[in-house]
């Protein structure tokens, strides 16, 4: 189900899908689990929220990646620069929407327990302010996936590197609203992890 515009207000999902997974060792976008390429569980919930207000981040082998996750109704984006880190795929997103989008929902493309109320959860908490963000709250922490809405739009545009949006939890320019999330602890970084998930879903 599409989740309305807040108060009218544009909300665009943004799949950060862009890195080489140094860790994992081969492409980690699109190992699969299930059968289906991870890539493509956080596609579903871009689209399943946001539909054509959906933007794919792509860089390492990003014409395999984007394959995955076709057909794509929304934007592709290739972050030619995505060495230089998970902030900088971040950064390229926002620039490319922040004139049409009034908050934006990060999504990653290696958390693949994440529901599809849980990113509806997070839309439909948002007041409508423009210095508001709505964080996932698992394990003692805030993290993504998070909607941030228009006033944090200048501080995401100029992430570099490694550097994520975390730090914007803790700005005093920004109330935080959490939405508890335990499966948001849940990344997969190397193919052990991978492993690990696929046997606790069949036990």
């Known amino acids: 189900m599409i989740v309305p515009s807040v108060n009218n207000k544009s909300v665009f999902a ?5 890195g080489s997974a140094t860790r994992f060792g081969k492409v ?3 190992a699969a689990l299930n059968g289906i390429p991870m890539v493509r569980y956080a596609g579903r919930l871009a689209i399943g929220a946001c539909d054509s207000r959906s933007v794919l981040v792509t860089g390492h082998e990003w014409r395999a990646v984007a394959d995955a996750c076709a057909p794509w109704p929304g934007y592709l984006l290739v972050n030619e620069h995505y ?3 998970i902030g900088s795929s971040l950064a390229v997103a926002t620039r490319a929407i922040q004139h049409v989008a009034d908050a934006i929902v990060v999504l990653l493309a290696d958390q693949p327990l994440i529901s599809p109320a849980h990113v509806n959860s997070l ?4 007041s409508g ?3 508001e963000i709505v964080a996932s709250a698992y394990a003692g922490t805030r993290g993504v996936p998070a909607l941030f809405a228009r006033g944090a739009f200048t501080s995401l545009a100029a992430l570099t590197g490694d550097q994520g949006a975390r ?3 803790d700005d005093p320019r920004f109330a935080v ?3 508890a999330c335990e499966d948001a602890a849940i990344d997969i970084d190397t193919v052990a992890d991978l492993r690990t998930l696929e046997r606790n879903a069949r036990s």
């Open 28 to 30: 980690k976008q699109l």
């Open 167 to 169: 730090a914007l939890f």
């Open 177 to 179: 609203r959490d939405i």
């Open 123 to 126: 839309i439909a908490a948002w």
């Open 83 to 85: 060495s230089n880190g």
């Open 129 to 131: 302010d423009d210095c």
């Open 14 to 18: 943004i799949v950060l899908a862009a």
